[in-house]
T-cell receptor
């Protein structure tokens, strides 16, 4: 149990489908993140939200659309994805985004996405 | 731009061997440094972290890491590995300018 819960754990979708990944954190944190983990590549930061406001978008294609309705929930809406988008998508949270407070990021178990 | 390099992509050791995994970062300012571990089929977990103070940081399961500012390095060490240490290890840096940046990871395989 990590305190960060992601659903679904596995998702297979066609290139024309619309699906969503969901993340919920039970740690009382204010910041939430989406990372992409592909084989043999560094973890790629996608989006950062702090107090529900997006603070970073790491040049992510518009076919990925995040939504943060409150500090405990984060969604990643997926539309017209490509096969190369197949990866493990990790949600994470931290107390804040201020390095001075020595924030530690806590990760969920990830959602394995396969685009066919 | 900040970046993290982990030069060892795959390391194979026998049980009881000593471990050192390299991590270098590129950023000239103050940083927080982390090592995360991902055991097979499990989520990323924090192994240890450096914020300030003693540059030799001790973490869980007998791991330690040393921050050498002049070398921009934060190498992970363990004197005697166990089969249960088989996992992927990720170094990460937080400069305060953007969210945590990770290295590409090192896959450690410990043979019994």
């Amino acid at each position: 149990e990590t305190g960060v819960t992601q659903t679904p754990r596995h998702l297979v979708m066609g290139m024309t489908n619309k699906k969503s990944l969901k993340c919920e954190q039970h740690l009382g944190h204010n910041a939430m993140y989406w990372y992409k983990q592909s084989a043999k590549k560094p973890l790629e930061l996608m989006f950062v939200y702090n107090f529900k406001e997006q603070t970073e978008n790491n040049s992510v294609p518009s076919r990925f659309s995040p939504e943060c309705p409150n500090s405990s929930h984060l969604f990643l809406h997926l539309h017209t994805l490509q096969p190369e988008d197949s990866a493990l998508y990790l949600c994470a949270s931290s107390q804040g985004i201020d390095r001075g407070s020595g924030n530690t990021i806590y990760f969920g178990e990830g959602s394995w996405l396969t685009v066919v | 731009a900040q970046s993290v390099s982990q030069h060892n992509h795959h390391v194979i050791l026998s049980e009881a061997a000593s471990l050192e995994l390299g991590c270098n970062y590129s950023y000239g300012g103050t940083v927080n440094l982390f090592w995360y571990v991902q055991y097979p089929g499990q989520h990323l977990q924090l192994l240890l972290k450096y914020f300030s103070g003693d540059p030799l940081v001790k973490g869980i399961k007998g791991f330690e890491a040393e921050f050498i500012k002049s070398k921009f390095s934060f190498n992970l060490r363990k004197p005697s590995v166990q089969w249960s240490d088989t996992a992927e290890y990720f170094c990460a840096v937080d400069t305060g300018r953007r969210a945590l940046t990770f290295g590409s990871g090192t896959r450690l395989q410990v043979q019994p």
